[in-house]
Nanobody
Framework: QVQLVESGGGLVQAGGSLRLSCAASGSIFSIAAMAWYRQAAGKQRELVGYISSGGSTNSADSVKARFTISRGNAKNTVYLQMNSLKPEDTAVYYC???????????????????WGKGTLVTVSS
């Protein structure tokens, strides 16, 4: 079992920055990749990006130029650095873990094994 806890959400003005953290505990040796998703009110959850255990990353085109996914030295913490935030980035941001090293397309279909409870990011205009 893997437990994921997100933190760092809050209220920020448009153009500002936030860094979200996701701390993993439990059987972290089994994690092949960790991803960030977000879900705005009334919309489907969408994939923001992921980082593999080997350090490879990929992000959605909508955030690629503004968001960066990284991990801590202990590799049990993943970060989402969000810059130049826009009101449309307002959402609950979720961390998720994949045990099998799935593909981007599978991540788009929410094929993850563990999910955090999310942290709310609100961007005011």
């Amino acid at each position: 079992q893997v437990q994921l806890v997100e933190s760092g959400g809050g209220l920020v003005q448009a153009g500002g920055s936030l860094r979200l953290s996701c701390a993993a505990s439990g059987s972290i040796f089994s994690i092949a990749a960790m991803a960030w998703y977000r879900q705005a009110a009334g919309k489907q959850r969408e994939l923001v990006g992921y980082i593999s255990s080997g350090g490879s990353t990929n992000s959605a085109d909508s955030v690629k130029a503004r968001f960066t996914i990284s991990r801590g030295n202990a590799k049990n913490t993943v970060y989402l650095q969000m810059n130049s935030l826009k009101p449309e980035d307002t959402a609950v941001y979720y961390c998720a873990a994949d045990q099998y090293g799935r593909s981007w397309n599978e991540y788009l279909s929410y094929r993850m094994d563990y999910w955090g409870k999310g942290t709310l990011v609100t961007v005011s205009s």
